[in-house]
T-cell receptor
């Protein structure tokens, strides 16, 4: 069985501050992990993915995430938040065959000027 | 990059009518498409997996006679909400799996906002 837990349904940061969105996973097989971003009334856009290669994964828009097996975590970070980063972020896990994706409950990021 | 087109982007219908939502993969073949439902302020809930040329696989608790899925070609899957009721109002998102795509195995449509009055 696979699942992800996102701690914090809402995160608020000031523009220019560090962004940290937390994701912990549970998987009985080596996981593939993803972060997606969703803007209002839109679908999901892939930010980055981990597929058993480098544990530090760099994505679009300056985001990166580090896979830590010992902590079963895949937290998303960005050194300096922009106003345009305000959106909802979803962590997801799938098996290596991409047969099914399981999404976390989402974290809404608010960026204050 | 790969694009998934979902249509319509929003629809309002009366209770008791049926609504069809289309999901098309525009520049790749998708043998598998997924249908998700998203309630306000919640995550995506997988409803069903749509396989080209065969019957869809529904998740537990999803009524297959209520949510009819047809995947007749490698680029098109449709979800029909039959005899819609206000509780069916939700945001429906499709995604398509591109096994040839190097960047992401899942590409998402922009969703359909269904409101049943």
């Amino acid at each position: 069985a696979q699942s992800v837990t996102q701690l914090g349904s809402h995160v608020s940061v000031s523009e220019g501050a560090l962004v940290l969105l937390r994701c912990n996973y549970s998987s009985s097989v080596p996981p593939y992990l993803f972060w997606y971003v969703q803007y209002p009334n839109q679908g999901l856009q892939l930010l980055l993915k981990y597929t058993s290669a480098a544990t530090l994964v760099k994505g679009i828009n300056g985001f990166e995430a580090e896979f830590k097996k010992s902590e079963t975590s895949f937290h998303l970070t960005k050194p300096s938040a922009h106003m345009s980063d305000a959106a909802e972020y979803f962590c997801a896990v799938s098996d290596p065959d991409f047969n099914k994706f399981y999404f976390g409950s989402g974290t809404k990021l608010n960026v204050k000027p | 990059g790969a694009v998934v087109s979902q249509h319509p982007s929003w629809v309002i219908c009366k209770s008791g009518t049926s609504v069809k939502i289309e999901c098309r993969s525009l520049d790749f073949q998708a043998t598998t498409m997924f249908w998700y439902r998203q309630f306000p302020k919640q995550s995506l809930m997988l409803m069903a997996t749509s396989n080209e040329g065969s019957k869809a696989t529904y998740e537990q608790g999803v009524e297959k006679d209520k949510f009819l899925i047809n995947h007749a070609s490698l680029t098109l899957s449709t979800l029909t909400v039959t005899s819609a009721h206000p509780e069916d109002s939700s945001f429906y998102i499709c995604s398509a799996r591109d096994l040839q795509g190097g960047n992401s195995p899942l590409h998402f449509g922009n969703g359909t906002r269904l409101t049943v009055t």
